[in-house]
């Protein structure tokens, strides 16, 4: 299956925020959005992936899937909800269940029509996002991250995203959903508020999945995903960071950076990519 790439345009009307994983933290997300006073007619606003399990509210957070201004990638967790929809007695049924899938028990159990007619809408998330193809303030989005081969790291440029030249040879989609190859680089530069590190020919990426105690940059991918949905304090491998799990969004800046805004706090801190 050949992953599924989306492109819009620059956003020459409103604002583009990126908000990392939701894992049904509805709530969060409505303060955040408060806080910067979104305006949907022409505000945007560019998701992760993962929107369910964990968390409290996962079908209000599959909802926003309806509104014209939100752009979501496939995550792994929505992965994880098709496959227990696609195998409703079975061990994928029992896996999305063990990664916090418990709240759509009784709604696969009893066929819940709207859970279904959101299916089609999550199948039919992009994997990758790319937003101003040809522009200087170009960027993408994917869940995980843009990896060709993990030892040696190398990534996928923009050009070989626009050129579809991904490989014949499956396993692709998993590792822009699931991979964590650059999970602990990504930690500790987070901890030493490591300068911006860009790899060659890919423009930023925003990416989630891997949990960091921070917004950080290495490998033009930006993690954003900061925990939400999880108790406790983020761990970069087996260290606490004293960082508890948390909510973020970004707000991109005309320059091509961005500012950061985290749930539970209503000040903006300045933070360039």
């Known amino acids: 299956m050949t992953p599924k790439v989306a492109y819009l345009p620059d956003n020459t009307r409103g604002r583009d925020f990126i908000v990392g994983d939701l ?49 979501a990638v496939q995550g792994n967790h929505e992965r994880l909800l098709l496959d227990a929809l696609a195998d409703p007695e079975g061990a994928r049924r029992m ?31 992009p994997h990758v996002i790319v937003v101003g193809k040809d522009s200087r303030g170009r960027f993408n989005l994917v869940h ?54 860009f790899y060659p020919g890919l423009s930023l990426t925003y990416c989630g999945h891997n949990p960091v105690p921070c917004p950080v940059t290495i490998y033009s991918h930006c993690f954003v995903d900061t925990g939400a949905g999880y108790q406790g304090n983020v761990w970069v491998g087996d260290q606490d960071s004293g960082v508890p799990m948390h909510l973020t969004m970004l707000e991109r800046l005309p320059e091509g950076g961005h500012a950061v805004r985290v749930a539970g706090s209503s000040i903006a801190t300045g933070w360039l990519a």
Request: proline share 4%; charged share 25%; net charge negative.
């Open 23 to 71: 894992h049904g933290c509805f709530d969060e997300l409505m303060f955040l959005l408060d806080q910067v006073r979104f305006d949907p007619a022409c505000d945007r606003l560019f998701s992760t992936g993962d929107l369910v399990d964990r968390g409290p509210r996962s079908m209000d957070c599959l909802r926003l899937l309806r509104q014209p201004w939100l752009f």
């Open 144 to 197: 995980a991250h843009l990896l060709a081969s993990s030892d040696p790291v190398v990534l996928w440029t923009d050009q070989e995203i626009d050129t579809q030249a991904w490989p014949d040879t499956g396993g692709i989609i998993d590792t822009l959903t699931w991979a964590r190859t650059l999970a602990f680089e990504a930690g500790l530069a987070a901890q030493t508020n490591a300068r911006p590190d």
């Open 95 to 125: 896996f999305h269940r063990v990664n916090g899938g418990d709240w759509a028990d009784d709604l696969i159990d009893t066929l819940d029509g709207e859970l279904w007619s959101l299916c089609d809408e999550i199948a039919a998330l």
